[in-house]
């Protein structure tokens, strides 16, 4: 038998309300609300996807009253007033399927449902298998032999059989049971105290019509009574439940065939509600760009000896055992066309190509030229790629990974294909093709097109995004901050810390040790053996055997999460056995196993690699390895950092600004109480502690300026009472009272964050002293929840961003003078408020003034920048 062809009807309504129940709290960069629009996306590509449906249409319900609401006016009566943020997001979805070529069906008068099984019948009618896509159970009455019930949450179809199965009853009947049990999501009434299996019960014995004529044939006189004095309601819900068919609609089957998305609009839709997922299913474009390629250096030459003004670059290079090899370069003059050149291609049959140092040898008058501009894509990684080969970049440079970051903070990435997706409206697979792990193995043509066409839109790029920094003031962020770090960062990377692999090693043999005592505690303890790290086996043992209160759920049980464990530690000693167990675990397979494997056997050194734009308020991260992530305080993470030492002849200095953001904080709030402790050098946390709990500085004890330290950092990141509450463990009224008396004395503060937040609101963003600027679009959200992170933000934001740029300055500073004055000395770490440097012994009072003075002299503030240094063989005794 010829299998039949399958047409799926959806439910908009139920789709769109699953859409938005399922994800909370998604906006897009301006804080417009995506979350019913991105769930009810994807779960219709989804459907269409797994399902291959050959036809495919969505109904609607009809926006005026329907003949159930004139017929009962509590119909549906009952159902919450639609929630504002929800109903700005439908016409997107509307929008998104005319797009995907989807055809909507709506008719004034009607429901969702009755449109839904009118199409069905009519697709039945010509020979399709018709699948209502919906949860409701007033549908399944007209499923028979060509029509069914998918329920996506449950992933199930609904065939009679199955709806036999799941009612008791065959699907005509459906209406019958809904008539004696009601339906509160449509608030129809039915019989109060009959339930489902009940009625289900009543109505395998008779019929419905037999019911209301004879209540009594239900057998027990309770029910019988319920029926007896419920005849009218259930007249009426039996008229409510039953699916109207005299829908007034066009039936053409070819209209809902799936077609070809209009992929242009689709791009435009994803690009401005920030879709970057959905924007990758999206096919990319071809873009075919001249180029040629250039082999010997008689050509490179010939093509360099007129380069005036720009050069656009794009480095292909090959990872291999930490070392970076350039493949091909790809470049471009103002005028000129693209040139390509390759250098280590390996294939069979490849051509000659041109050796690297040959090429940088020609390249490196013109790389080195302080007239002529470089731009490119993350040019602290061409820097390094060319500094491998004894070239400089110098001069004026510009990268459009760089200005991205300062206009956009808050994007989640700047890879240069979301770039070219956001400014140029191009879908590309560049990242795929070019940063490819076999990239020395593809065809010299093939990666020639690639790399002209990544130099072609960085230059379309550049235009675009050295515009807006001018048109928003970023441009001396850029030019006097970002920009000149480049080469530090670069320098950094490339000079890395040296690591002591015997160390590391008797911290993994400790780490062993503690460990196996900690497992032993945990089964102890327990009453048993189990796998510590499978979140379902430690569900049992601590909810089921143990009988502690669980917390939280998840999809698949109870939560053991980080926070679910801190909270049952206050009852029981299981749960702070398995919390050491997660962070020493955690330290050993992140650090002291991982730090061996990351030594660059050509240097015996680590190199880490900073990022300069990933956070959003301006301050540095790393990885390979992540430096920030190490333990500051406990004797784990000091024995960590103790594995980070000095080269022979060589020191480490720490070099660690005090306390900077409370000193930003006081500069930019100009608060009495703040300024004047600064000024005066005094212990910031006794004299918080002082003036919070009344007492002279003398009088304040250790647990209490604990507390006030608290306060103080939590007062930078806008903490609120439950946070605090948890954070020094005190109920949430004393910590709300902590809060209210630190803002009592600090008026200064309190009123500069009313100014920050309500100047936030009126222009959408915040600034740092510099200039940095973060979009804050959350404090526009109807969410009250993420309008208060949003408070968090534009409170956190200027001064965290503030002091990140004043180390960034620092770092700048000190790097030009280093090379200025010739030191062997050099900087090699910048993590949290620390510098790390790496110094001659000869050169170190000389290095502890210099650095000192440049680190204290950024800027002058209402209060004096303070640097604690410290020196050792090792980082950790370096503080």
């Given amino acids: 038998?010829?299998?039949?062809?399958?047409?799926?009807?959806?439910?908009?309504?139920?789709?769109?309300?699953?859409?938005?129940?399922?994800?909370?709290?998604?906006?897009?960069?301006?804080?417009?609300?995506?979350?019913?629009?991105?769930?009810?996306?994807?779960?219709?590509?989804?459907?269409?996807?797994?399902?291959?449906?050959?036809?495919?249409?969505?109904?609607?319900?009809?926006?005026?009253?329907?003949?159930?609401?004139?017929?009962?006016?509590?119909?549906?009566?009952?159902?919450?007033?639609?929630?504002?943020?929800?109903?700005?997001?439908?016409?997107?979805?509307?929008?998104?399927?005319?797009?995907?070529?989807?055809k909507i069906y709506e008719v004034e008068g009607f429901e969702a449902d009755d449109i839904l099984a009118v199409l069905a019948q009519k697709a039945a009618d010509r020979g399709y298998e018709a699948y209502i896509v919906t949860g409701d159970k007033d549908m399944f009455q007209i499923v028979n032999e060509s029509i069914y019930i998918y329920d996506p949450m449950k992933n199930k179809i609904y065939r009679p059989e199955d709806v036999v199965k799941k009612f008791g009853l065959p699907p005509e009947r459906v209406p019958e049971l809904m008539a004696l049990t009601g339906d509160t999501i449509d608030n129809i009434p039915g019989v109060k105290g009959i339930g489902e299996k009940t009625a289900s019960s009543?109505?395998?014995?008779?019929?419905?019509?037999?019911?209301?004529?004879?209540?009594?044939?239900?057998?027990?006189?309770?029910?019988?009574?319920?029926?007896?004095?419920?005849?009218?309601?259930?007249?009426?819900?039996?008229?409510?439940?039953?699916?109207?068919?005299?829908?007034?609609?066009?039936?053409?089957i070819e209209e809902m065939k799936i077609r070809e998305p209009d992929w242009q609009r689709l791009f435009e839709i994803f690009r401005e509600l920030e879709f970057s997922t959905l924007m990758a299913m999206i096919p990319a474009e071809t873009v075919k760009v001249e180029f040629r390629v250039l082999n010997g250096k008689r050509d490179i030459e010939k093509e360099f000896d007129d380069v005036k003004d720009r050069l656009f670059l794009f480095t292909i290079t090959e990872e291999v055992n930490h070392q970076s090899t350039i493949v091909g370069v790809a470049f471009k003059k103002d005028e000129g066309e693209i040139c390509y050149v390759p250098t280590g291609h390996r294939y069979l049959g490849v051509p000659d190509q041109t050796a690297p140092e040959t090429l940088c040898t020609v390249m490196k008058k013109w790389l080195e030229n302080d007239k002529v501009k470089k731009v490119g894509y993350d040019i602290k990684k061409l820097m390094k790629d060319l500094a491998e080969y004894g070239v400089s970049l110098s001069g004026e440079l510009e990268d459009v990974m760089i200005a991205s970051y300062l206009i956009n903070p808050n994007r989640p990435n700047h890879r240069l294909s979301e770039l070219i997706l956001e400014y140029l409206y191009k879908k590309t697979d560049l990242e795929k093709e070019l940063f490819s792990p076999d990239i020395a193995t593809r065809e010299i043509e093939y990666v020639g097109e690639k790399a002209a066409e990544a130099v072609s839109l960085i230059e379309q790029l550049s235009k675009e995004l050295f515009k807006k920094l001018h048109?928003?003031?970023?441009?001396?962020?850029?030019?006097?901050?970002?920009?000149?770090?480049?080469?530090?960062?670069?320098?950094?990377?490339?000079?890395?810390?040296?690591?002591?692999?015997?160390?590391?090693?008797?911290?993994?043999?400790?780490?062993?040790?503690?460990?196996?005592?900690?497992?032993?505690?945990?089964?102890?303890?327990?009453?048993?053996?189990?796998?510590?790290?499978?979140?379902?086996?430690?569900?049992?043992?601590?909810?089921?055997?143990?009988?502690?209160?669980?917390?939280?759920?998840?999809?698949?049980?109870?939560?053991?999460?980080?926070?679910?464990?801190?909270?049952?530690?206050?009852?029981?000693?299981?749960?702070?056995?398995?919390?050491?167990?997660?962070?020493?675990?955690?330290?050993?397979?992140?650090?002291v196993d991982a730090l061996p494997r990351l030594i660059n056997p050509r240097t015996g050194r680590v190199h880490t690699t900073f990022n300069q734009a990933v956070t959003s308020t301006g301050r540095l991260s790393s990885s390979d390895p992540n430096l920030q992530n190490i333990p500051v305080r406990g004797s784990w993470g000091k024995l960590i950092r103790s594995a980070f030492v000095s080269e022979q002849g060589y020191l480490l200095m720490a070099a660690d600004y005090s306390q900077i953001e409370l000193r930003v904080l006081a500069h930019l709030s100009r608060d009495e109480r703040l300024v004047r402790a600064f000024r005066q050098n005094m212990d910031i946390h006794t004299a918080t502690a002082s003036e919070l709990f009344d007492v002279s500085p003398e009088q304040v004890t250790p647990d209490m300026r604990r507390i006030a330290k608290t306060v103080n950092f939590g007062v930078i990141y806008g903490i609120s009472a439950y946070g605090l509450s948890e954070a020094i463990e005190v109920s949430m009224e004393d910590a709300q009272s902590y809060i209210d008396e630190y803002?009592?004395?600090?008026?200064?503060?309190?009123?500069?964050?009313?100014?920050?937040?309500?100047?936030?609101?009126?222009?959408?963003?915040?600034?740092?002293?510099?200039?940095?600027?973060?979009?804050?679009?959350?404090?526009?959200?109807?969410?009250?929840?993420?309008?208060?992170?949003?408070?968090?933000?534009?409170?956190?934001?200027?001064?965290?961003?503030?002091?990140?740029?004043?180390?960034?300055?620092?770092?700048?500073?000190?790097?030009?003078?280093?090379?200025?004055?010739?030191?062997?000395?050099?900087?090699?770490?910048?993590?949290?408020?620390?510098?790390?440097?790496?110094?001659?012994?000869?050169?170190?009072?000389?290095l502890k003034a210099l650095v000192k003075m440049e680190m204290e002299g950024v800027v002058e503030l209402e209060v004096p920048l303070k640097v604690d240094i410290g020196v050792a063989d090792n980082w950790a005794d370096a503080h």
Avoid at 208 to 234: H, M, V, W
């Fill in 743 to 846: 803002f009592l004395k600090h008026q200064g503060v309190k009123e500069y964050y009313e100014r920050t937040i309500q100047e936030a609101k009126r222009l959408g963003y915040v600034k740092t002293m510099f200039g940095r600027k973060r979009a804050v679009p959350e404090l526009q959200s109807p969410n009250a929840q993420v309008r208060a992170f949003g408070q968090r933000l534009a409170m956190n934001t200027p001064v965290q961003g503030t002091a990140a740029d004043i180390i960034k300055i620092a770092m700048i500073r000190i790097f030009n003078r280093l090379k200025k004055d010739g030191y062997q000395s050099r900087m090699i770490l910048q993590v949290h408020d620390e510098l790390v440097f790496e110094v001659k012994e000869e050169e170190l009072e000389e």
């Fill in 202 to 252: 009543l109505l395998k014995e008779h019929s419905l019509e037999e019911l209301i004529n004879d209540p009594s044939k239900a057998g027990k006189k309770r029910l019988s009574e319920l029926i007896k004095k419920s005849i009218t309601d259930i007249k009426l819900s039996l008229e409510l439940a039953r699916i109207r068919t005299e829908v007034p609609l066009e039936f053409d």
């Fill in 1 to 102: 038998m010829q299998k039949r062809e399958r047409v799926y009807l959806i439910d908009g309504n139920s789709f769109v309300y699953r859409a938005f129940h399922a994800i909370r709290g998604l906006t897009n960069s301006k804080g417009f609300p995506t979350n019913a629009i991105y769930g009810f996306t994807n779960m219709l590509l989804k459907l269409i996807k797994e399902m291959k449906p050959n036809a495919l249409a969505v109904a609607f319900d009809s926006p005026v009253p329907t003949d159930r609401h004139r017929l009962y006016e509590e119909y549906k009566a009952q159902r919450p007033e639609t929630p504002d943020e929800l109903i700005v997001q439908v016409p997107y979805i509307r929008e998104i399927l005319k797009a995907l070529n989807i």
């Fill in 471 to 591: 048109q928003e003031s970023l441009a001396k962020v850029y030019k006097e901050i970002e920009m000149p770090l480049i080469p530090v960062l670069c320098e950094m990377e490339r000079t890395g810390i040296k690591v002591d692999k015997e160390v590391l090693s008797k911290i993994s043999q400790s780490l062993d040790d503690e460990l196996m005592g900690i497992k032993k505690r945990i089964y102890s303890i327990a009453g048993e053996e189990f796998n510590i790290n499978s979140p379902k086996q430690l569900s049992r043992i601590l909810f089921e055997k143990l009988g502690l209160k669980p917390i939280k759920r998840t999809k698949t049980g109870y939560s053991t999460d980080v926070r679910v464990l801190e909270e049952l530690a206050r009852v029981h000693e299981l749960p702070k056995e398995i919390l050491n167990w997660r962070t020493l675990s955690k330290l050993k397979s992140t650090y």
